[in-house]
């Protein structure tokens, strides 16, 4: 089923009634963080230091995105593999984040982070960084500028297609899939 959603999320009755295999079109704020601003944003946490945005109700995306060409805001920009946030990521859903959008399988304490704090985990089509670019409509560095294609990057997002591969009840779609494969096989 096709879903449209508005991050941050308002209201998470939204994201409760999505479900592992939805495609979903995300409009609006998106940050992206991979490994070094993760181990940073955690050092930070730790630490007792603000965190350099909030997460409350919005989405990270992890990826780093190639220079921009010319009249472009953004170059390619193709989701990393999620399992190296998989030691940060239950800290900060229970800090509120509400979606992760990478590649790949997550840990069970990722799971379980996304079932107690109703979040999301979506993936977005490994090998389609220029595709997906074109659904960012404005890009600028937030925080960790010295981190290069690692630095967080506020995205403005339109309709950037995504499915549910974990929903908030846990259920998971590369599970569910393998389990309907071998028994067509």
């Given at each position: 089923?096709?879903r449209?959603?508005?991050?941050?999320?308002?209201?998470?009755?939204?994201?409760?009634?999505?479900?592992?295999?939805?495609?979903v079109?995300?409009?609006g704020t998106?940050?992206?963080?991979?490994d070094?601003?993760h181990?940073?944003?955690?050092?930070?946490?730790a630490?007792g230091?603000?965190?350099?945005?909030?997460?409350?109700?919005n989405?990270?995306y992890?990826?780093?995105?190639?220079?921009?060409?010319?009249?472009?805001?953004?170059?390619?920009?193709?989701?990393?593999?999620?399992s190296?946030?998989?030691?940060?990521a239950?800290a900060?859903l229970?800090?509120?984040?509400?979606?992760?959008?990478?590649?790949?399988k997550?840990?069970?304490?990722?799971?379980?982070?996304?079932?107690?704090?109703?979040?999301?985990?979506?993936?977005?089509?490994?090998?389609?960084?220029?595709?997906?670019?074109?659904?960012?409509?404005?890009?600028?560095?937030?925080?960790?500028?010295?981190?290069?294609?690692?630095a967080?990057?506020?995205?403005r997002?339109?309709?950037?297609?995504?499915?549910?591969?974990?929903d908030?009840?846990?259920?998971?779609l590369?599970e569910?899939?393998?389990?309907?494969?071998?028994?067509?096989?």
């Open positions: 089923m096709d449209y959603i508005e991050v941050p999320v308002k209201d998470n009755r939204i994201l409760e009634e999505l479900r592992a295999g939805d495609y079109y995300i409009t998106l940050y992206t963080a991979r070094a601003a181990k940073r944003m955690y050092e930070a946490l630490a230091e603000p965190l350099p945005i909030d997460m409350k109700n989405m990270i992890y990826m780093g995105p190639s220079p921009a060409r010319e009249g472009r805001v953004i170059g390619s920009a193709g989701p990393t593999t999620a190296r946030m998989d030691k940060y239950p900060f229970d800090l509120g984040l509400k979606g992760m959008i990478g590649k790949g997550r840990s069970r304490a990722v799971i379980d982070g996304i079932v107690k704090n109703k979040a999301v985990y979506f993936a977005a089509v490994g090998g389609a960084g220029a595709l997906l670019s074109k659904r960012i409509t404005a890009s600028r560095v937030v925080a960790y500028e010295d981190l290069g294609t690692e967080i990057r506020e995205l997002v339109e309709n950037f297609p995504v499915i549910v591969v974990i908030t009840k846990g259920n998971n590369y569910t899939a393998a389990k309907a494969y071998q028994k067509k096989g």
